[in-house]
């Protein structure tokens, strides 16, 4: 995750309108997390009272799954405001049909093993939500290899559109160096999936280096994509060229990873000072 949240006391100046941000070309994440820091300090507590019920056990959820401190509390607030459920006591839902502290949609829920339907309706469980929210995350650094990617990706699946693009794009650029890449001889009984955890690289962009291919024959020799470290902000800054302008959707997923880790800057800072946000119940 960023460097920054390693110094959590850093104060950063930021500028008054987010407008003016985007007009002046100043979408870095940086420069964004300064910006929500500010917003977000003055009602921090307030905001963090709605959730403290469940923290302790979302911090252990957490621990287990090796997931930064106060990542999915971060993630509700921005979400829901800390908000489960509307004035007539139903559970929060967006007008895509997302519920829950951590909106997720109905077909990923259940993908993650939650009950969705008109009887149960899982995602509106605080405990087995954050699990769910938790597997969504770790997956997304499976295939992002990078923290705040993996952030924006929970946002939105555009991102993944995007990234599949990025990626393809430094691929095409290793394959201009075919005797940069390292290959793998496929031996009995392997896929693309079976050798990417052998030669512990990324599956998509194993699968991607090598024409999409889904059948893989004794002998056959396998691209092993180079390492790929990318930054949010470097994807930022090559989507933005590609695409002559800031699109909305790269906007919203700089601007949604910024608004957690300011939240978790926030509590940071807290923590240092030893002064408690919540207030446990």
């Known amino acids: 995750m960023s460097d920054y949240l390693s110094d959590a006391t850093t104060l950063l100046s930021a500028p008054q309108s987010f407008d003016a941000m985007i007009q002046a070309g100043a979408i870095d994440l940086l420069s964004l997390v300064a910006y929500w820091k500010q917003r977000y300090v003055a009602d921090h507590r307030v905001i963090y009272e709605r959730v403290a019920p469940y923290v302790t056990a979302w911090e252990r959820i957490e621990q287990e799954k090796n997931l930064k401190k106060g990542l999915l509390s971060s993630i509700a607030i921005v979400e829901t405001s ?12 967006s007008k895509k049909g997302a519920a829950g502290f951590f909106q997720l949609m109905p077909e990923i829920a259940k993908r993650y093993g939650l009950k969705v339907s008109a009887e149960v309706d899982e995602r509106s469980d605080p405990i087995k939500s954050a699990y769910a929210a938790a597997d969504i ?19 939105s699946g555009k991102v993944l559109q995007f990234f599949q693009e990025y990626r393809k794009f430094l691929i095409s650029e290793a394959l201009n160096r075919p005797k940069s890449l390292k290959q793998y001889i496929a031996q009995e009984g392997d896929s693309l ?18 024409s999409d291919r889904d059948l893989v024959k004794v002998g056959d020799a396998i691209y092993i994509p180079p390492l790929i470290n990318t930054t949010l902000d470097e994807f930022v800054s090559w989507s933005s060229s590609r695409y ?20 978790m800057t926030i509590r940071q800072v807290a923590s240092q000072q030893k002064k408690p946000l919540l207030t446990q119940r």
């Open 244 to 263: 002559k302008k800031y699109p909305a959707s790269i906007t919203e997923y700089i601007n949604y990873t910024a608004k957690v880790l300011a939240l």
């Open 193 to 210: 999936f079976l050798i990417s955890i052998k030669t512990d690289t990324s599956f998509y962009a194993i699968k991607t280096l090598n």
């Open 82 to 93: 800390g908000i489960l459920h509307n004035s007539d006591g139903r559970v929060r839902k």
């Open 137 to 155: 995350l770790t997956d997304n650094y499976q295939i992002f290899q990078d923290w705040d990617l993996a952030i924006a990706g929970y946002n």
